[in-house]
Nanobody, 112 residues
Framework: QVQLVESGGGLVQPGGSLTLSCSASDVSFKFGQTNWYRQAPGKQRERVATISVTGVTNIANSLRGRFTISRDDDKNTVSLQMNRLKPEDTAVYYC??????YGQGTQVTVSS
């Protein structure tokens, strides 16, 4: 069964950086839009970033300047680079495509 697999989460101190990666077997990201979402405890899932088929990116307004989404067509991965992380960035981060839905998520915890 084809599915999305997120990796790269973990514990990081405030101000630190993390790069999340999303991979999928047998499905190419370059043929469809890919999104990153996150869900913090007790909150609704929210969209973080999107990359289109043509590589156009869109970052949620509140995260611009700190988060970047990119795609590596050779490796067939979509990455989310997160800089200057804050405790409020703590959440489970999910990769999403219309075709495959959500992955299982990866936990990001920002804490000292």
């Amino acid at each position: 069964q084809v599915q999305l697999v997120e990796s790269g989460g973990g514990l990081v101190q405030p101000g630190g950086s993390l790069t999340l990666s999303c991979s999928a077997s047998d499905v190419s990201f370059k043929f469809g839009q890919t999104n990153w979402y996150r869900q913090a405890p007790g909150k609704q899932r929210e969209r973080v970033a999107t990359i289109s088929v043509t590589g156009v990116t869109n970052i949620a307004n509140s995260l611009r300047g700190r988060f970047t989404i990119s795609r590596d067509d050779d490796k067939n991965t979509v990455s989310l680079q997160m800089n200057r992380l804050k405790p409020e960035d703590t959440a489970v981060y999910y990769c999403h495509t219309n075709r495959l839905g959500y992955g299982q998520g990866t936990q990001v915890t920002v804490s000292s």
